[in-house]
């Protein structure tokens, strides 16, 4: 009975060992629930279950092979887990009764709404909220592209408005006369003429001043003739515009004369106060970017300069006519020597009648004369 017995139990642990090595490759899903029985151990569960657990398993990791495959259902597990919070979340407003919800809470929702949802849930909420509140979403979606509008027509209005008062970047950029840009345009179309027809012989190099240039050469020189050519309109138009605005500067100078009796005044805080505001660099910036900005910018630091001082300007109304010392830098553009400013503006007037008849000479004369003048719009004498 004894021998039995211990044969019984020496065979046993044999037969496990047996059972165990002879017993099929398991399935993922049973690998995965015994992994979740390791986890969340049961209080049924018995050591022995749990020990034969643990020796399957770490039988099962030596395999490269079905490690692998354990791996992969895990992160099947995350990726289902995200996509279920993310489902959860955008059925947050299934889940609002939006009849327990009053007219101003429904309306800063619809607020709030349009700022963040797109257009297809915004729709989505809007049946959701009833009538009133979709009204609302349609109201606010409709501002909001009428805002857009209007932010890209004051883009597209800045940009135009910037290109006609700022100067054009060319090489023509210094050409201040439509007399000088008339003979630049000369000059560039007949040297296009002449290098292209250089081109169409069979010189492989080119001298200039002692120098050889290559026929790649002259093709790139002949390229960027080219270019500046093709700036002539810009640059025109530039002028066009820089003689608008010399004209609307003499006419702020004659406004702020009537305005501010301190003008001509050495000993005028007003005047001191404006001359420290306009000798800043940052005006001079301005000036030569955009010269009928700079020209309305000084004319508002007269303003300032006034206010800042506490001095009275002119009753409006009633002209002042003060006599005017002749600027320093006033000189007559054809010999050269000041002249009084009746005389001046004499000769302007007969240059600009010529210059309206065709006359290139008078023509030049006269911008000459306005460029000079330039220099003294809003600067008190001395």
Do not use: C
Not at 25 to 53: F, G
Not at 102 to 107: F, L, M
Not at 148 to 168: F, H, N, R, T, V
């Amino acid at each position: 009975m004894q021998d039995t017995q211990d044969t019984g139990n020496v065979t046993a642990p044999e037969q496990e060992v047996m059972e165990t090595e002879s017993s099929e490759p398991k399935s993922l899903d049973d690998i995965r629930q015994e992994r979740l029985e390791r986890l969340n151990p049961s209080a049924e569960t018995e050591p022995e279950d749990t020990q034969e657990i643990e020796e399957t398993t770490e039988d099962v990791d030596e395999d490269p092979i079905e490690e692998s495959s354990i791996d992969a259902p895990e992160v099947e597990d995350d990726e289902s887990e995200e996509e279920e919070v993310q489902e959860g979340e955008e059925d947050v407003l299934s889940q609002i009764d939006w009849d327990a919800l009053d007219d101003d809470t429904r309306s800063e929702i619809a607020t709030q709404a349009v700022e963040t949802l797109p257009v297809d849930k915004l729709a989505e909420l809007a049946k959701k909220m009833g009538s009133g509140s979709g009204k609302r979403i349609g109201e606010l979606t409709g501002q909001i592209k009428d805002l857009k509008s209007q932010i890209a027509a004051k883009d597209q209005a800045l940009k135009e408005g910037i290109q006609q008062i700022a100067k054009p970047q060319s090489a023509l950029a210094d050409i201040r006369s439509q007399g000088d840009l008339d003979e630049a345009q000369d000059k560039i179309k007949n040297n296009i003429r002449f290098y292209q027809k250089w081109l169409g012989g069979d010189e492989e190099y080119f001298t200039h001043e002692g120098k050889d240039f290559s026929r790649q050469d002259v093709f790139k020189y002949v390229e960027s003739l080219q270019d500046q050519y093709d700036d002539i309109p810009k640059q025109r138009e530039y002028l066009r515009n820089l003689e608008k605005s010399m004209s609307d500067a003499e006419e702020l100078q004659k406004k702020a004369e009537s305005e501010f009796t301190w003008l001509h005044d050495n000993d005028s805080k007003a005047g001191k106060l404006y001359d420290e505001m306009v000798s800043s660099s940052d005006i001079a910036i301005i000036e030569s970017i955009a010269p009928s900005v700079g020209y309305k910018l000084k004319y508002q630091l007269l303003h300032a300069a006034n206010s800042m001082s506490g001095e009275k300007s002119a009753p409006k109304g009633k002209k002042i006519t003060l006599p005017r010392r002749l600027p320093s830098t006033a000189r007559d553009s054809a010999a050269g020597s000041a002249s009084p400013k009746s005389r001046g503006d004499v000769r302007v007037k007969k240059l600009r009648s010529a210059a309206q008849t065709g006359d290139l000479k008078a023509a030049r004369e006269l911008r000459t004369l306005e460029i000079q003048n330039k220099h003294s719009l809003f600067k008190r004498t001395t």
